[in-house]
């Protein structure tokens, strides 16, 4: 099986992306593919340093500016040193997060104007777009019920999780956009839906789209 390509799992923390994207890993290498699995930020030794960063809870002062520019450098980062390379290598690299999570959290939650990294996006960004970007929707309340659970054992929210539910409510929103801009990309997912439900859906996907591609 050949492979040489980028898919992301997006959508709100609690919506199920890390688990689908370890079990379609599982099932890709079944499929005789060699995979990457990596993740944003901190995909890298220098993104794990920008991660601990952004998702400190003692970090409330960090502005949203500064908290843009630091998932971009986390990106070009990975892109450079991880992503391309493995790609290049015939690798299928499955990635949780990517700069559709940029545009939906400092975009849409942020409310920040993205033109001001244009420049940078179309340089940097834009040639190494994903094949593949699975999208689990899901409502915020839930989600955040999902991670009461996963904070309760380290005793405490990251920077992130603090945030108000109409923070979640407008990346939900943003997500709802960047799918709707990009039909031929994105695969939209009920993330409420059973793990296994969910699986056989990314599976039966990725039968198909790389299939059509002459992947296989």
Request: hydrophobic share 30%; charged share 30%.
């Amino acid at each position: 099986m050949q492979s040489g390509k980028l898919i992301t799992f997006e959508g709100l923390d609690g919506c199920g992306k890390s688990t689908q994207l370890e079990k379609a890993t599982k099932w890709l290498d079944l499929q005789g593919c060699e995979v990457l699995k990596t993740q944003q930020p901190g995909g890298t030794r220098i993104g794990k340093q920008i991660r601990n960063i952004l998702l400190n809870p003692d970090h409330k002062e960090l502005h949203p500016e500064s908290e843009l520019l630091l998932y971009l450098s986390d990106r070009i980062q990975h892109l450079t040193e991880t992503i391309i390379p493995a790609k290049a290598g015939g690798k299928m690299v499955l990635c949780d997060r990517f700069h559709d999570s940029t545009l939906a959290y400092q975009g849409f939650g942020r409310g920040l104007d993205l033109k001001l990294i244009r420049s940078i996006e179309e340089k940097a960004i834009t040639p190494h777009a994903p094949f593949l970007t699975f999208l689990l929707d899901i409502e915020p309340k839930l989600a955040l019920k999902r991670t009461e659970e996963k904070y309760a054992k380290r005793n405490q929210q990251d920077r992130l999780e603090q945030e108000s539910i109409d923070f979640f409510e407008r990346i939900k929103r943003g997500y709802q956009q960047l799918a709707e801009a990009s039909p031929d990309r994105f695969v939209c997912l009920d993330g409420s839906k059973s793990k296994e439900h969910i699986h056989q859906q990314i599976i039966k996907t990725l039968d198909t789209r790389l299939s059509e591609r002459k992947s296989f």
